[in-house]
């Protein structure tokens, strides 16, 4: 009797050790972890004309978006290069002392892989014809027309299972409240 349960303590065993070790081996440690967390945001409201800035209710909502990046430890800001985007950008930015990054919107497929091949929580700005193009690039899914010209309430949560797959939520800046401070 005492033999069995040595032998049974010696396979528990056993196989705690052959499933720690597939966990750590090279190479397999990544088919466990999960992957970044990605927000796409369209910028703020904007003034008319080429280039624009924030209107008044524009810059209230970046600040929005700041408090509730701050509220989620964003650990990369990414910006297209346009007055509007860096402008919504960098409240959030600011809450955490990092700096905007500038991608380029003519190289959109590498910096998806750039995207996907990060980690930890990451906002991105771009535009009503931009965002909804990164999702589907991110998701490989069609998400959705672009965004109306007036709306600046929707983005995306790129989010990566355990196998590496994406799922994508469309959510609200409220959600997106809901989401950070409940």
Request: glycine share 8%; aromatic share 8%.
């Amino acid at each position: 009797m005492i033999a069995k349960i040595k032998r049974a303590g010696l396979q528990v065993l056993l196989a705690s050790l052959v499933l720690v070790a597939a966990c750590t081996a090279p190479g397999l440690q990544n088919a466990f972890a999960s992957g970044p967390t990605i927000f796409l945001v369209r910028h703020a409201e904007k003034e008319a004309g080429v280039d624009p800035l924030l209107t008044a209710e524009g810059e209230a909502r970046a600040e929005r978006l700041g408090e509730i990046m701050d509220e989620l430890g964003v650990d990369a800001v990414w910006s297209s290069d346009t007055r509007r985007t860096r402008a919504t950008a960098a409240p959030s930015a600011n809450a955490e002392g990092l700096e905007v990054q500038i991608y380029d919107l003519d190289a959109m497929e590498e910096f998806a892989d750039t995207l996907r091949n990060s980690s930890g929580t990451i906002l991105v700005l771009g535009h009503s014809n931009t965002t909804p193009v990164l999702a589907a690039m991110l998701t490989g899914r069609d998400e959705g027309p672009w965004f109306d010209e007036a709306d600046y309430e929707s983005l995306f949560r790129i989010e990566f299972n355990r196998r590496g797959e994406p799922l994508s939520f469309q959510m609200s800046y409220d959600a997106l409240e809901r989401y950070a401070f409940d």
